[in-house]
T-cell receptor, first 111, second 111 residues
Framework: EAAVTQSPRNKVTVTGGNVTLSCRQT?????MYWYRQDTGHGLRLIHY???????QIGDVPDGYKATRTTQEDFFLLLELASPSQTSLYFC??????????FGPGTRLLVL | GEQVEQRPPHLSVPEGDSAVIICTYT??????FYWYKQEPGAGLQLLMS?????DRKEEQGLTVLLNKKDKQLSLNLTAAHPGDSAVYFC??????????FGKGTKLSVKS
């Protein structure tokens, strides 16, 4: 069954902490995306990727790194987490023809 | 880059009335258009996707209209019911594969 999974589902860290959010898709989709969702802002694109080894800069990339290690796996890295990065993070995969799936989201709290 | 304006941010309608949400985008090369529903505490539910060669699409009480001349996308919920209360997002995907969201519309359907 086509799916996008995210882990962890919830994460609490402290300011300056190191956090890795994981996303895996089993859809054989080329494109994967990381978004953050905040009240009043909707979903904002952090980074996205066309395929393994590729990374494209999104609209709000500051403070975030990302890496696409395989077709299936896309990671979001916060190397020095700040309270402003407290948010709900979504991952998505999209096929070349536009079929898409979103993950269930990861709630991150930076204290 | 692509900009998406969504209006209204809040919409309240009586049960049985229609509700219309409008998005305006900027990139004429935009190829794919999406509408999502998000209920409290939940992820994104894809309602409808439309390719740029379609002007109108209807499914299960929802109508999407695409006006490429004015770069406008609309969602019409006919005969809204309380179960339709949620936040609705539009999103557009352009030639660079970026998927850009509107800021959302909170719909309340009053019984």
């Amino acid at each position: 069954e086509a799916a996008v999974t995210q882990s962890p589902r919830n994460k609490v860290t402290v300011t300056g902490g190191n956090v890795t959010l994981s996303c895996r898709q089993t859809n054989s989709h080329n494109y994967m995306y990381w978004y953050r969702q905040d009240t009043g802002h909707g979903l904002r694109l952090i980074h996205y990727s066309y395929g393994a080894g590729n990374l494209q800069i999104g609209d709000v990339p500051d403070g975030y790194k990302a890496t696409r290690t395989t077709q299936e796996d896309f990671f979001l890295l916060l190397e020095l987490a700040s309270p402003s990065q407290t948010s709900l993070y979504f991952c998505a995969s999209i096929s070349f023809r536009g079929t898409q799936y979103f993950g269930p989201g990861t709630r991150l709290l930076v204290l | 880059g692509e900009q998406v304006e969504q209006r209204p941010p809040h919409l309240s309608v009586p049960e049985g009335d229609s509700a219309v949400i409008i998005c305006t985008y900027t990139d004429s090369a935009t190829a794919y258009f999406y509408w999502y529903k998000q209920e409290p505490g939940a992820g994104l539910q894809l309602l409808m996707s439309v390719f740029s060669n379609v002007d109108r699409k209807e499914e299960q009480g929802l109508t999407v209209l695409l006006n490429k001349k004015d770069k406008q996308l609309s969602l019409n919920l006919t005969a809204a019911h309380p179960g339709d209360s949620a936040v609705y997002f539009c999103a557009v995907r352009g030639s660079n594969a970026k998927l850009t969201f509107g800021k959302g519309t909170k719909l309340s359907v009053k019984s």
